[in-house]
């Protein structure tokens, strides 16, 4: 006996609904049909995951997915969600998986920050009639200038990057992501003169050409790791945590193992990739310094090596740590991030938000005095150019997106990565649906979203008087705080809204 | 009300500055007098002036000028200075009582020179470990407040218009090559004298107009180098800005104009290829010094005087010049007071940074 | 002038371009009084073989053998269109029989009908193209 209910219900409106037969041609899942003797369309709700791809592809409106209105005894306790992965896991005895981000009502703080702007005693500036600058480096900083035995100073600056504005596609492998969706990330990433990351799945040959407009990921895993890899991008990523699922590694199911796939990653066709939970080479901070070290050495001191890590408790202690082991670039992954897949324990319950990983992060940095030995870059449910701004004022360099751009895609965040179906071609390596994201769309929808970021993000620095982007990092006097307590305040070094 | 350091104030104001470029003397009731006519650009809630040059026979010695709110932190402060420093003179300011300057602190000056055994054992720089010592006590000593440190200068400020300040300190017994003033229109503020600019450290003083929005971005960065920012002032912000990449970092006035207020990045791609290298090079390494908003500064130090305005140019400021003289004012009205016939009468751009030094 | 252009290698075989195109031509507003109930008969139709679909419509040859061939002159070449002049025609289909590409397809009252990329009905532009979600249809300015 299922002791499941169906989590969503397809709504048709019948009289709406033409019969042409999209829905049942786009679902990949196999919700919908046409019953041959009603000649009308039909719903097996069980298998419905709610990506609406058949609502956005319905030519005459008839469709909505609705939540399942069958309810369990009211509980405050024991909610859904309890109850019915209790029924799962009692039918199969395992793991309970999910992907993208955290989605419990935890807080989020920034929705709990407000932006200043200003008012009489200084002037706001228009970005339609001055410039408004939102370029910015990432790397080491030389605070103590160097001069040669003349006396001159020597203009050269250490291995960076730079951004035209302060935001870079975070790591998807391909292999958890299309070829179709890494092409769109690439192509958009040059056009903005950003970066995209290859995630620790390698790089497809065919995309060694947006070389300059790459982070090259190196995982626990190793996939796709070789000399010509480290050389192609423009930096390279050491991922020692991920916000989505901190302390685990990662698990490509075989079936993903496409020729291409394996090729890329070098290892055989089929087979599982499974990535250990932590760096076998790496057990402590002086063997991070070694394989930092040894990248440097390996790509001639040319490349800005990023050590990536989860937001998770010790947070400020461990990025100091990180400041100290010659990473040029900390990117810190909030519990909110994303993932293609997790199990739904890891992903709901360890890790901290961002906001305050990056608070603390900063803060500490700055009191040892080694915040220029490093840049920050934030992840972890960037929704927003908002969130940006307010990243950047609590003290990031830059930030990371990845559901955003997936979103952007065409991800409808039905969080069902992990099967490998996806209806929109990201999540997913069967050819027939891949075709389905089309990187000459894709890849101008990312340049879009990004290109209204950035405009958004100058009116709201313009709205400051700020013309310059640099000149918001850190200034923690653009952000008051709305409902928060003073521990609250205290860590994130803003005022209360009003004080 | 909460002072200067509890709150951030705004404020808006008026600057001047006089220059002899021959090092000739000029006496202090110049600079009132062109002050004075800018009244309305202040509120009668702060005045000051930076004379350099005005301590001739004492040269040698580090001029400390001392607030103190009590006979206790006078005591607590010269155990430190004892502790710290040979003072070869100590005394009151000498002040004139006027009606309208009221509620004076204890106002001390001591000429020190710092004690040669500590230095040593401190490992530091000269001017390093007296920057150190005056941050220490306008940190640490509560009460007391070194407002002005440099050689053979001085800062005398107060709350009160301008024109009443300089006749408190009675500066028409004062001469110097250079001087600056200052005329206050904060938004709030309780009236507390320390919040009075110029702000000094060191040789350094800085008159400032304006607000600026990249305060905090600022101040975190500098804070990370030892100064602590007790005032949350813009003009003491600034002032340890300079103080960090002219002393520390050796950078001329003119390249830290281009790291404070630097060109845009539109204006950057069209120079010559080696000034290109080099504004990127200070873009990117001291980005966090970028000083963003309205501001238009007026910078002493030892034998030079800048002026500079924020980028976009969101204050006026204006510059004369004849053959010996320099005068930097907010209004044309504060130079023509002093000097009716100006060969050359300019405003600089935003950025560009206008500075004067004693010819040899 | 403008021409689709059919990227085979978009196409996902959702048959939307049928359904847009039998709506842009119908006259009704209304796309569920437009289609519902009724056996379509679009101007493009996808051509399909396992995998592999894309969609079929009128190439408008620069050098016509439909409008060569039409026994009544009921077919002419304007802008760069091949049009079709629904009272001219005779119905005799030899259009039919003689286009390459199997464009031209006969309507219910037995005249013949083709793609006239939507210049003849209320769209003004082709409601394929705009209506296909993956781009495989593209307008494309082509020289005459």
């Known amino acids: 006996m299922e002791y499941l209910l169906n989590e969503y219900e397809v709504e048709r409106d019948d009289y709406r609904c033409i019969r042409c037969g999209v829905c049942a041609r786009q679902c990949a899942n196999g919700v919908h049909s046409l019953n041959e003797v009603t000649k009308r369309m039909e719903a097996d709700n069980s298998q419905c995951v709610n990506c609406h791809r058949c609502v956005s592809l319905c030519p005459s409106g008839a469709l909505k997915i609705v939540k399942n209105r069958h309810t369990f005894r009211d509980n405050a306790n024991w909610s859904r969600d309890n109850i019915t992965?209790?029924?799962?896991?009692?039918?199969?005895?395992?793991?309970?998986?999910?992907?993208?981000?955290?989605?419990?009502?935890?807080?989020?703080?920034?929705?709990?920050?407000?932006?200043?702007?200003?008012?009489?005693?200084?002037?706001?500036?228009?970005?339609?009639?001055?410039?408004?600058?939102?370029?910015?480096?990432?790397?080491?900083?030389?605070?103590?200038?160097?001069?040669?035995?003349?006396?001159?100073?020597?203009?050269?600056s250490k291995p960076g990057l730079e951004l035209s504005v302060p935001i870079m596609f975070s790591a998807m492998s391909y292999g958890s992501i299309s070829y179709n969706a890494h092409e769109s990330l690439a192509r958009a990433s040059r056009d903005l003169?950003?970066?995209?990351?290859?995630?620790?799945?390698?790089?497809?040959?065919?995309?060694?050409?947006?070389?300059?407009?790459?982070?090259?990921?190196?995982?626990?895993?190793?996939?796709?790791?070789?000399?010509?890899?480290?050389?192609?991008?423009?930096?390279?990523?050491?991922?020692?945590?991920?916000?989505?699922?901190?302390?685990?590694?990662?698990?490509?199911?075989?079936?993903?193992?496409?020729?291409?796939?394996?090729?890329?990653?070098?290892?055989?066709?089929?087979?599982?990739?499974?990535?250990?939970?932590?760096?076998?080479?790496?057990?402590?901070?002086?063997?991070?310094?070694?394989?930092?070290?040894?990248?440097?050495?390996a790509t001639n001191y040319k490349k800005p090596v990023i050590v990536k890590i989860a937001a998770v408790h010790n947070v400020a202690a461990i990025a100091s740590g990180v400041a100290r082991s010659g990473a040029d670039i900390i990117a810190i992954d909030g519990y909110r991030g994303g993932t293609g897949a997790a199990p739904t324990r890891i992903r709901d319950n360890v890790g901290i938000p961002i906001e305050l990983a990056l608070a603390s992060v900063d803060e500490r940095l700055r009191q040892e005095g080694i915040r220029e030995e490093v840049s920050i870059v934030v992840g972890g449910s960037i929704r927003s150019s908002a969130d940006i701004v307010k990243a950047i004022a609590l003290g990031a360099d830059a930030v990371y997106i990845a559901t955003s751009a997936l979103i952007a895609l065409g991800c409808h965040l039905c969080r069902n990565c992990?099967?490998?179906?996806?209806?929109?071609?990201?999540?997913?390596?069967?050819?027939?649906?891949?075709?389905?994201?089309?990187?000459?769309?894709?890849?101008?929808?990312?340049?879009?979203?990004?290109?209204?970021?950035?405009?958004?993000?100058?009116?709201?620095?313009?709205?400051?008087?700020?013309?310059?982007?640099?000149?918001?990092?850190?200034?923690?006097?653009?952000?008051?705080?709305?409902?928060?307590?003073?521990?609250?305040?205290?860590?994130?070094?803003?005022?209360?809204?009003?004080? | 009300m909460l002072r200067e350091g509890e709150v951030r104030i705004p404020s808006g104001c008026a600057i001047s500055g006089i220059f002899h470029k021959k090092g000739g003397n000029i006496n202090g009731s110049d600079i009132i007098k062109s002050i004075s006519v800018m009244h309305d650009r202040s509120n009668g809630l702060g005045g000051?002036?930076?004379?350099?040059?005005?301590?001739?026979?004492?040269?040698?010695?580090?001029?400390?000028?001392?607030?103190?709110?009590?006979?206790?932190?006078?005591?607590?402060?010269?155990?430190?200075?004892?502790?710290?420093?040979?003072?070869?003179?100590?005394?009151r300011i000498p002040t004139k009582k006027i009606d309208k300057i009221r509620n004076e602190p204890l106002i001390w000056r001591y000429f020190v020179a710092p004690l040669p055994t500590k230095l040593a054992s401190r490992q530091l720089d000269e001017r390093e470990y007296v920057a150190q010592c005056v941050i220490n006590v306008n940190s640490k000593i509560n009460g007391a407040y070194i407002f002005s440190s440099g050689k053979n200068m001085g800062i005398f400020k107060a709350v009160g218009f301008p024109e009443d300040v300089g006749e408190f300190y009675m500066l028409d017994n004062y001469e110097g090559y250079c001087w600056t003033g200052h005329g206050r229109y904060p938004t709030n503020t309780p009236?507390?004298?320390?919040?009075?600019?110029?702000?000094?450290?060191?040789?350094?003083?800085?008159?400032?107009?304006?607000?600026?929005?990249?305060?905090?971005?600022?101040?975190?960065?500098?804070e990370s180098y030892g100064y602590k920012c007790n005032l949350l002032t813009d003009t003491e912000v600034i002032s340890y800005i300079i103080d960090f990449l002219n002393r520390r970092q050796r950078l001329s006035f003119q390249d830290i104009a281009s790291i404070i207020a630097a060109p845009f990045w539109s204006t950057i791609s069209k120079l010559d290829e080696k000034l290109q290298q080099k504004l990127i090079y200070f873009r990117n390494n001291y980005a966090s010094l970028l000083i963003t908003g309205p501001f238009s500064i007026l910078v002493g130090s030892e034998g030079k005087l800048m002026a500079l305005n924020d980028r976009l140019k969101l204050r006026s400021m204006i510059v004369a010049e004849n053959d010996e003289m320099a005068y930097v004012a907010s209004e044309e009205c504060a130079i023509r007071i002093l000097e009716p016939q100006i060969n050359r009468l300019y405003a600089p751009r935003g950025g560009e940074a206008v500075v004067f030094s004693l010819e040899e | 002038m403008k021409r689709i252009k059919i990227l085979q290698e978009w196409c996902l075989g959702c048959r939307l371009c049928e359904y847009y195109c039998a709506y842009a031509n119908s006259d009704i507003k209304d796309m569920v009084l437009a289609l519902k109930d009724k056996e379509i008969k679009p101007k493009l139709v996808i051509e399909s073989k396992g995998t592999a679909t894309f969609a079929l419509s009128c190439r408008h040859c620069h050098d016509a053998i439909c409008v060569k061939s039409c026994i009544s002159g009921a077919m002419t070449r304007e802008n760069g269109v091949t049009r079709l002049d629904r009272e001219k025609c005779v119905g005799c289909q030899t259009c039919v029989l003689v286009c390459p590409f199997g464009a031209v397809v006969?309507?219910?009252?037995?005249?013949?009908?083709?793609?006239?990329?939507?210049?003849?009905?209320?769209?003004?532009?082709?409601?394929?193209?705009?209506?296909?979600?993956?781009?495989?249809?593209?307008?494309?300015e082509v020289e005459a």
């Open chain 2, 48 to 91: 000051g002036f930076a004379g350099y040059g005005i301590y001739p026979e004492y040269k040698n010695y580090y001029a400390f000028h001392v607030f103190y709110d009590d006979k206790a932190s006078k005591a607590a402060c010269e155990l430190f200075l004892e502790d710290h420093f040979d003072i070869v003179n100590l005394s």
């Open chain 3, 106 to 140: 006969v309507s219910e009252d037995g005249i013949i009908d083709k793609c006239e990329l939507c210049t003849n009905n209320r769209e003004g532009e082709p409601k394929c193209v705009r209506g296909c979600p993956n781009g495989a249809l593209v307008l494309e």
């Open chain 1, 418 to 499: 992990q099967m490998g179906k996806c209806n929109w071609g990201i999540a997913t390596q069967d050819p027939e649906l891949v075709k389905r994201l089309n990187p000459n769309i894709g890849y101008k929808r990312l340049v879009n979203l990004i290109t209204a970021w950035k405009h958004e993000i100058e009116e709201m620095m313009g709205g400051m008087g700020i013309n310059s982007i640099e000149a918001l990092k850190g200034n923690r006097f653009m952000l008051r705080g709305i409902g928060l307590n003073q521990k609250e305040l205290d860590i994130l070094g803003i005022k209360h809204a009003g004080e």
């Open chain 1, 193 to 297: 003169g950003i970066y995209y990351n290859t995630g620790e799945g390698g790089l497809h040959k065919d995309f060694y050409q947006y070389g300059a407009n790459t982070i090259v990921q190196v995982a626990s895993g190793r996939f796709g790791v070789h000399k010509d890899y480290l050389e192609a991008g423009a930096a390279i990523e050491i991922k020692m945590g991920q916000g989505a699922k901190p302390g685990i590694g990662g698990h490509l199911p075989g079936a993903k193992i496409i020729k291409d796939i394996s090729e890329t990653r070098m290892i055989p066709e089929g087979s599982d990739a499974i990535s250990p939970a932590p760096h076998h080479d790496i057990y402590s901070i002086e063997d991070l310094r070694q394989l930092v070290y040894s990248l440097k050495e």
């Open chain 1, 85 to 156: 992965e209790i029924y799962k896991q009692a039918a199969t005895g395992g793991v309970l998986l999910s992907s993208m981000g955290n989605p419990k009502d935890y807080p989020g703080y920034f929705d709990r920050m407000l932006i200043n702007a200003s008012q009489v005693t200084n002037p706001s500036i228009d970005p339609l009639r001055e410039p408004m600058e939102t370029k910015t480096f990432l790397g080491k900083k030389i605070t103590d200038i160097v001069r040669d035995s003349e006396g001159r100073i020597v203009y050269k």
């Open chain 2, 191 to 222: 009236g507390w004298w320390g919040g009075a600019h110029p702000f000094g450290i060191l040789d350094y003083s800085v008159v400032h107009n304006g607000e600026i929005s990249s305060y905090d971005a600022n101040r975190r960065y500098i």
